[in-house]
T-cell receptor
Framework: GQQLNQSPQSMFIQEGEDVSMNCTSSSIFNTWLWYKQDPGEGPVLLIALYKAGELTSNGRLTAQFGITRKDSFLNISASIPSDVGIYFCAEFTGANSKLTFGKGITLSVRP | EAGVVQSPRYKIIEKKQPVAFWCNPISGHNTLYWYLQNLGQGPELLIRYENEEAVDDSQLPKDRFSAERLKGVDSTLKIQPAELGDSAVYLC??????????FGPGTRLTVL
């Protein structure tokens, strides 16, 4: 089946820094989604991308749908302590309405 | 607007015991999903309901797992009997549009 690759598994940054995460796949996707999961909670949708090349912002978050349709990037600018959590990329397949998640990247922000 | 509600939040049981999880989706959301999340992994779909009908249960281990959504609103996921490897977080989600799924806080199951 299709797999989404996220690496590294963990990232450590200083408060105020910018951080970039990417997600890659060997398959072409039509929809990229980025979720954040706080400890003890379910994932929360941050940004949805529907077209190759699309660049979308949500506050300090910006995500892009790669031109090849095999990757996506999430950027967080001016990080703050509440940005701590696990960031998942996910792909939505319309044919069977299935959401497939990557393994996630755990972000730590040092004050 | 209330989000997806799940109970219990935590459950500890001994292996071979039965366990059930309950989910109440966001009002008006016809589609309900149950996901399994193992430590260090992303959620994986177990079953999807459109109203009362289970339209995708291909990933549900049917020998020990069962689910129901009798009136097309809330849903129950059951494991009987539980095994050590079932220890995980069980997430419920609902949606109006399939690509925008809203997740509940999950039930963390520990099987001893």
């Amino acid at each position: 089946g299709q797999q989404l690759n996220q690496s590294p598994q963990s990232m450590f940054i200083q408060e105020g820094e910018d951080v970039s995460m990417n997600c890659t796949s060997s398959s072409i996707f039509n929809t990229w989604l980025w979720y954040k999961q706080d400890p003890g909670e379910g994932p929360v949708l941050l940004i949805a991308l529907y077209k190759a090349g699309e660049l979308t912002s949500n506050g300090r978050l910006t995500a892009q749908f790669g031109i090849t349709r095999k990757d996506s990037f999430l950027n967080i600018s001016a990080s703050i302590p509440s940005d701590v959590g696990i960031y998942f990329c996910a792909e939505f397949t319309g044919a069977n309405s299935k959401l497939t998640f990557g393994k996630g990247i755990t972000l730590s922000v040092r004050p | 607007e209330a989000g997806v509600v799940q109970s219990p939040r935590y459950k500890i049981i001994e292996k071979k015991q039965p366990v059930a999880f309950w989910c109440n989706p966001i009002s008006g959301h016809n589609t309900l999903y149950w996901y399994l999340q193992n430590l260090g992994q992303g959620p994986e779909l177990l079953i999807r309901y459109e109203n009362e009908e289970a339209v995708d249960d291909s990933q549900l281990p049917k020998d020990r797992f069962s689910a129901e959504r009798l009136k097309g609103v809330d849903s129950t996921l059951k494991i009987q009997p539980a095994e050590l490897g079932d220890s995980a977080v069980y997430l419920c989600a609902s949606s109006l549009w399939h690509n925008e799924q809203f997740f509940g806080p999950g039930t963390r199951l520990t099987v001893l």
